[in-house]
């Protein structure tokens, strides 16, 4: 029995919808804990590809459980449509339940996700324009619509009067031209998705707390990562939830000592997307080849993603505020055919060199990065273990797991599953229990 946490350990897009395809093989059940439809999973089986919003990646195996549990945010019309593309592929999401508690994305949370950034003018946050902001901050003033809301028509009435009342009278401030929310047009349309989804509808953190009296594999799945959380992320250059492991025990409704481990996902490399300081950015055509070769645009907006090199004062943050106990190493194989690769591992800031991770945003952005500069390799084979990667790649895995002071238990060098060290010789399943490279190695 294991209770396993995966979280992204960067801001976003590491990779973590592939490592949980593969730990989901011994799971009995997946579970999302936070964010909502900004978030873009892909995951390749064989040739097909499956982006997933909301649904845990998990669902590509026909025996799991997969929850989206109480700490989502949920867009009804999104959901829809990610639950009809997966039937009509031929995918079953009869495993599929949606807490009564999460919180629903309403039409005018988009909307005033748009408005909001619009009002930052320069400083905005460039967030996926999935009303994930407008929607918690409804969460915490107590004015959310929940999923439970959409079967009782009184409730949800009631409800969307109070919502609309104001919603409209702001958007019609900053969008004179706009046409308003009507009730007659959102009453029925929302009851009627309730409708739809109701059959997945079920008391979650139960199911996951009864799972675990019964001794089940539980994979917990982050979206975005440590450096977009709230409170330890960039501020105000974050997203409105916790993709943190201490967001599973909130957002999943268990204790933090049922969490056996921690698992981070991190990109060989670093990228960014959307506004905020980024202090190993490459402005140089390097930049642009990284994202070229690792198909770097977001999943769910398809804006190119900044990239970077990689971070190890930002992954030793994420590292510590997520008690990682190892870190799962993906798109190794991108740097390949670079010939020095520069990795950071202090700041300088105000002719001082430091080597924590400024969470205020104003600091990081005058933070310049100190590099060290480390032998790049040609090419990655398609090898199974560790000592047949070549050398600069090992010694740049050596370096990363000794600079924050956990091991690494995964290394991905291709989108594949089979791309994965280990998979092939010793079988899939239990990778979290795997070491690649030690902290003394
Ligand atoms: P929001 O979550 O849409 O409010 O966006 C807030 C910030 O988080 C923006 O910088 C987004 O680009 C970023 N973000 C949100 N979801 C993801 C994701 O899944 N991957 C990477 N960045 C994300």
Known sequence: ??????????????????????????????????GGSNAGHTVKVGEEVFRLHHIPSGILYPDKLCIIADGMVVDPEVLKEEIEELQKRGISVDGLRISENAHIVMPYHRI???????????????????????????????????????????????????????????????????????????LPRYLELGEFLRPYVANTSLIIRQAMKEGKNILF?????????????????????????????????????EIDKVIGVCKAYTTRVGGGPFPTEIKEEIGNLLRE??????????????CGWLDLVALRHSVEINGMDSLAITKLDVLSGIPKLKVCVAYKFEGKEIQQFPTDANILSRCQPVYIEMEGWEKIEDVDDFSSLPKGAQEY??????????????????????????????????FWDRIVVDTVD
């Not at 294991?2 to 579970?31: H, M, P, R, S, Y």
């Not at 408005?115 to 400083?123: D, H, L, N, P, Q």
């Not at 009435?157 to 959102?186: C, D, G, V």
């Not at 799945?221 to 250059?237: M, S, V």
Request: proline share 4%; glycine share 14%.
């Open 1 to 34: 029995m294991a209770n396993i946490v995966i979280v992204g350990a960067q801001w976003g897009d590491e990779g973590k919808g592939k490592i949980t395809d593969l730990l989901a093989e011994e799971a009995d059940i997946v579970v999302r804990f936070q």
């Open 112 to 186: 005033l996700d748009g408005i909001w950034e619009e009002r930052m003018g320069k400083g905005r946050i460039g967030t996926t324009g999935r009303g994930i902001g407008p929607c918690y901050a409804d969460k915490s003033a107590r004015v959310g619509i929940r999923m439970s809301d959409l079967f009782n028509q009184e409730v949800l009435e009631e409800k969307l009067r109070i919502n609309l009342e104001e919603k409209n009278l702001l958007i019609s401030y900053y969008r004179p031209q706009a046409e308003k929310l009507k009730m007659e047009e959102l």
């Open 221 to 257: 799945e982050g979206a975005q990562g440590a450096l977009l959380d709230i409170n330890y992320g960039t501020y105000p250059f974050v997203t409105s939830s916790h993709p943190i492991a201490g967001g599973v025990c909130v957002g999943a409704g268990i204790g933090p000592k």
């Open 293 to 306: 070769r690792g198909d770097e645009y977001g999943t769910t907006t398809g804006r190119p993603r900044r």
């Open 397 to 430: 895995l050596r370096k990363i797991s000794s600079y924050v002071g956990i091991p690494i238990s995964i290394v991905s060098i291709g989108a594949r599953r089979e791309q994965t060290l280990g998979w092939k010789s010793k079988g899939r399943g239990y």
